[in-house]
């Protein structure tokens, strides 16, 4: 027996993590032609977006896929980028060693995490046609570009490299590239039309990139461009510190014994977030520690102690420790105004609405929900609506169904809200698009793939929150668009019929044809209100105007409010009727009281912002009277607006007194309404403007 206990023992050895992945290739999203294709563009692209940012340079990326043998399948992928370039001494560990990056051991927002992505390219590209990859590099501060052949020895985990050299690098122009990277690789894989496709997915990455410009040049020739909608980067993401909420025993078992601290006190206040000098002293008393014990020097049962009053299980005072949420500058959102503008380059819509929730915690990692609707124009009405999921900035493009932000969408019962839905579950029908992205330090995937989110109970109701706050404003939209329509068909009525009869009236009696004004205040009896937002070319600001006429026989008083991009650093001008803020990006006036037949008109500028930033502005009004055109303001729709403002100043503020922090809120939702509606043949009773039109 011991001769065969011998026999197995010497048969067992250590298998290399690339060689584990070479053969476990689908882990990495390698487990068919097409998929293969995509992961491969993928992994390249997302690279270059996050190199380009990390320097701070707008990121101009150009992806070329031709087939080299059709009936063997093999395809080569060129990506090329304008970021910093890689040093050439850094090359081969960059694309030829698995697990090496920048990203796996920082807390903070970032596309790739484990340091698998492209050197998964490199091993597929060698294992399907046996071909290195060729890689081209060019920093600033080089006049030349660096040229290497990378392979991968999967025993070793390293890289193989051949025909290295350096060469001038001149462009299609005749100018010298100045930085960039250039990725040409072989494999064998498809390329395929549809959803799941390369175009697709640059697509989608362009939406929630929009600071990027994207050109693909496709198998067939045809280029497809993505142009940049704005000149804004992303926000400049840090790094921080462990949460207290998110530790683990093993890994709090390796930081004290890794700490040159000497005392515990210090260890909890300089090796994690949201731990106060207060917090370190009741945190020490809660796991019945001595502050000045040093950390290499603690047992198991002491470590495991104060793992349990981390996690609230060990009491001070009774009471569970509080902690200050972790940081929030380790995120960086895309924001709803650049939601929007992606959504609207590449889908064709009349309605459109985004929204962006304040920052939460889950785990002791923080977090953010934002999500886009968008509805009409060309999408088919009879078919599932267009899901589109992201996870920091990256798109899903598989496992639709396995994910928890498709869960979260089906979670909601979107009959209510306009949408086709059987029995309320499952993805809704209509012609709309609904857009998810979740920004993490810790996106909790369900493989290697990268390609849907496991379930997490906290996450999944942030998403659902969103989805329910988007719905209604879309029920809103619907409804202002059915009682616009009908006051449309009713005034247009008016005018076909009134002056008719009229005319015919006054030719029978022989007298002059009658004011017609006062009747027609009569039979609207409405309040209605118009609503231009325009571009204005020589001031280069967003020209506000809301008209508000009062069709009725009485006297009316309103307060009219109006959203506003503040948050995007916008700010007010020429704003004559004056009004006061009455939260972030809400602005109100209250009116002098509308006589019968009257009208006002409120007008401002929006300075600070490009074109496209702002395309409409979302009304809403108090009084007794309804407004056509004009939404009934919520006050519980103002609260939240100011409870998300409260809970971004805390978060902003470096203030240890802070105890807790509340972290669910919702954002103002921001509307895109139809084209407005033609000029019809009356004056209205009194004032300059004519009722869904011009001046006159």
Known sequence: MSGIAQKLASNQKQVAISEFFEKNKHFLGFDSPVRSLITAVKEAVDNSLDACEEARILPSIKVKVTKIDTKKDIIELVCEDNGPGIPQKSIEKVFGQLLFGSRFHAIRQSRGQQGIGITGVVMYSQLTTGKPTHVKSKIATESTAAVVDIGLDTRKNKATKSNSGRELWQLDNGEMKKHGLEVTTRMKAKYQKGRQSVWQYLRMTSIVNPHAEITFTD??????????????????????????HGIELGQLQRMLTESTDSRLSVFLRTNFSGVSTRAAKELCAAAELDVKVKPKQMSPDQIRSLLEAFQGEKMFNGKPVKLLNPPTNCLSPIEEMLIKKGLSKTIDSRYATTMT????????????????????????????????R????VPLMYQQGGCLLTKAIESVDWRQYGLDQAGGKGVPKGPAAILVHLASTNVQFTSEAKEALADNGEVMEEVRKAMLEMGRGLRKHLEKKKKMAKTKEKFELINDILPAIAAKSAQILDKPIPDLAGSITKIMSAVIC??????????KTADVS??????????????????WPEKSGASMINNQTGGRKEATGVWAWKLE???????ITISYSLDGLEKGDWTET????????????????????LEEIRNQEKILNE??????????????????????????????????????????????
């Open 618 to 637: 979302d009304v809403f009004y108090r009084g007794s009277q309804e407004i056509i055109g004009a939404m009934k303001m919520d006050e519980k729709y």
């Open 219 to 244: 198998p067939d020739g045809e280029i497809h461009h993505w142009p940049r909608v704005t000149e804004r980067l992303p926000g400049k993401v840090e790094s921080i510190k462990p949460h207290p």
């Open 593 to 599: 009281t509308l006589q019968p037949g009257e009208n």
């Open 651 to 696: 978060l902003n503020s470096v203030n240890e007194s802070q105890d807790s922090v509340e972290m669910e809120s919702v954002a103002p939702t921001k509307i895109i309404e139809q084209p407005p509606i033609p000029e019809p043949a009356v004056k209205p009773p009194t004032g300059q403007s004519t009722l869904f039109g011009g001046d006159q």
């Open 530 to 539: 118009e609503t231009s937002t325009e571009w204005n070319k020589e001031t």
């Open 546 to 563: 809301i008209k508000i006429y009062n069709y009725t026989a009485r006297a009316r008083a309103y307060t009219m409010l109006a959203t």
């Open 357 to 388: 929730r304040a920052p939460n915690v889950s785990q002791g990692n923080p977090y953010q929900v934002e999500v886009g609707l968008i509805f009409g124009g060309d999408m088919a009405g009879d078919k599932a609506v267009e899901v589109l």
């Open 390 to 393: 992201f996870a920091n900035r």
